[in-house]
């Protein structure tokens, strides 16, 4: 009886149950999504997104960051649920998900950054690019689409110089 009641002692210890499968996946969820919104370039991304969908080339614009940087952070966002991409020809566009979950998650992070400043002229540049054309923010980038949308071509303006 002695080794018999050994080997169940050891089953028992490194049996997990269905229950405890799912309580792990509920906080191996939670670390990522709480990871992901541990960095400052994809919270301000989520910020963006609260006033609606925006073309990945605007969110970058606001970042300033490289695209494939761009790309990786919202790629975590996605992974993680707070975010949903729809592509629509070339451009692809990012907007926050709608499930409850993420919902909860997100306005917990940014009810913490309420008033930062770097968010607030975040808030204000993406009011500015909604008003520019996404096809030539995203072909020129916003010096570029700011001078389009200004009236200034750049090939005329090429031509008085000289």
Same mark, same amino acid.
Request: aromatic share 2%; with cysteine.
């Given at each position: 009886?002695?080794?018999?009641?050994?080997?169940?002692?050891?089953?028992?210890?490194?049996?997990?149950?269905?229950?405890?499968?799912?309580?792990?996946?509920?906080?191996?969820?939670?670390?990522?999504?709480?990871?992901?919104?541990?960095?400052?370039?994809?919270?301000?991304?989520?910020?963006?997104?609260?006033?609606?969908?925006?073309?990945?080339?605007?969110?970058?614009? *606001?970042?300033?960051?490289?695209?494939?940087?761009?790309?990786?952070?919202?790629?975590?966002?996605?992974?993680?649920?707070? *975010?949903? +991409?729809?592509?629509?020809?070339?451009?692809?566009?990012?907007?926050?998900?709608?499930?409850?979950?993420?919902?909860?998650?997100?306005?917990?992070?940014?009810?913490?950054? *309420?008033?930062?400043?770097?968010? +607030?002229?975040?808030?204000?540049?993406?009011?500015?690019?909604?008003?520019?054309? *996404?096809? +030539?923010?995203?072909?020129?980038?916003?010096?570029?689409?700011?001078?389009?949308?200004?009236?200034?071509?750049?090939?005329?303006?090429?031509?008085?110089?000289?």
């Amino acid at each position: 009886m002695g080794r018999s009641g050994a080997v169940d002692r050891e089953k028992s210890q490194n049996y997990d149950s269905r229950q405890d499968k799912m309580k792990s996946l509920r906080l191996d969820s939670a670390v990522a999504v709480a990871r992901a919104l541990g960095h400052p370039a994809r919270l301000r991304s989520v910020a963006m997104l609260r006033s609606g969908e925006l073309c990945v080339c605007q969110i970058t614009a *606001v970042l300033g960051l490289a695209p494939s940087t761009v790309s990786l952070h919202l790629r975590e966002l996605k992974r993680c649920g707070l *975010v949903a +991409e729809r592509k629509d020809g070339r451009w692809v566009h990012i907007a926050l998900a709608d499930e409850s979950e993420a919902r909860a998650w997100l306005e917990t992070a940014l009810a913490a950054v *309420v008033d930062d400043p770097q968010l +607030e002229s975040d808030a204000r540049l993406v009011d500015e690019l909604r008003r520019l054309p *996404v096809e +030539e923010l995203c072909r020129t980038g916003l010096d570029g689409a700011r001078r389009t949308s200004r009236g200034g071509n750049t090939a005329t303006r090429r031509k008085g110089r000289g």
